[in-house]
């Protein structure tokens, strides 16, 4: 791997595989909300950042993400549920990932391995849902599930060494999780990003399209 592009590079995931990209001495290019001004709910703004780079990267990772937004804690009941939570959880958890994808095909190679991945979660899975509750962002990370799953079809046409995925970190100690954690085994953001990074190396062409836990395991839809 020689050339990387992270989104979301400024979060606690982001910048843990970032440091762990440049360990490699891979050339990485970083872009943040935070760092640069990227929205990546506004097209516009994807669009601006991502068309003035240089490709090919070997590796597109999407960090952004977020679970509560605006106040907005996950619901635990249906009548906790708003429109306005509902499409704030769509806008940066699904939209935000497909518009990234939408605007980066052409940074990827035409030939070659390539990967581009998405950061999702277990709780996105309808097979593995078991508990109920945290109804918008379930249905979010469900739906971005969907868009990798759906665009890595349409990818493997035009660019036949590329796999598209979604990857499940388990839970990690960031800001994102600190309140929600709870009981679940948690771990350092560095430990994690090499745990995804080891997923990423060890994917082949067969597995485009999938979804993957952060010990390589697939998730069910």
């Known amino acids: 791997m020689e050339k990387a592009l992270i989104i979301g590079a400024s979060g606690g995931i982001g910048s843990a595989i970032a440091a762990a990209l440049k360990a490699r001495g ?18 516009t703004s994807v669009a601006a950042a991502l068309g003035g780079l240089a490709g090919p990267y070997d590796l ?11 106040g907005a804690a996950p619901e635990k009941t249906l009548q906790s549920v708003t429109a306005q939570a509902m499409a704030d959880q769509f806008a940066v958890n699904c939209i935000g990932p497909s518009l990234v994808l939408k605007h980066g095909m ?5 030939k070659g391995r390539a990967v581009f991945a998405a950061l999702s979660a277990r709780v996105g899975s309808i097979g593995d849902n078991r508990l109920g509750g945290w109804y918008s962002y379930r249905t979010a990370k469900a739906a971005l599930n969907q868009m990798i799953h759906t665009a ?22 960031t800001d994102f999780t600190a309140k929600y954690a709870g009981r679940h085994k948690t771990v350092p953001p560095a430990e994690a ?28 839809w």
């Open 152 to 173: 890595a079809i349409e990818l493997g046409r035009s660019h036949k060494d590329a796999i598209c995925v979604c990857l499940h970190p388990g839970t990690v100690a």
């Open 193 to 220: 990003a090499q745990n995804l990074l080891a997923v990423i190396d060890g994917l082949g062409t067969g597995d485009t399209g999938q979804f993957f836990d952060w010990a390589g395991k697939p998730v069910t």
């Open 60 to 70: 597109i990772f999407v960090a952004s993400g977020a679970l509560e937004i605006d």
């Open 26 to 43: 891979v050339a990485v290019t970083e872009l943040s909300r935070r760092g640069d001004g990227l929205d990546v709910t506004d097209e």
């Open 106 to 110: 052409h940074l990827l190679p035409r």
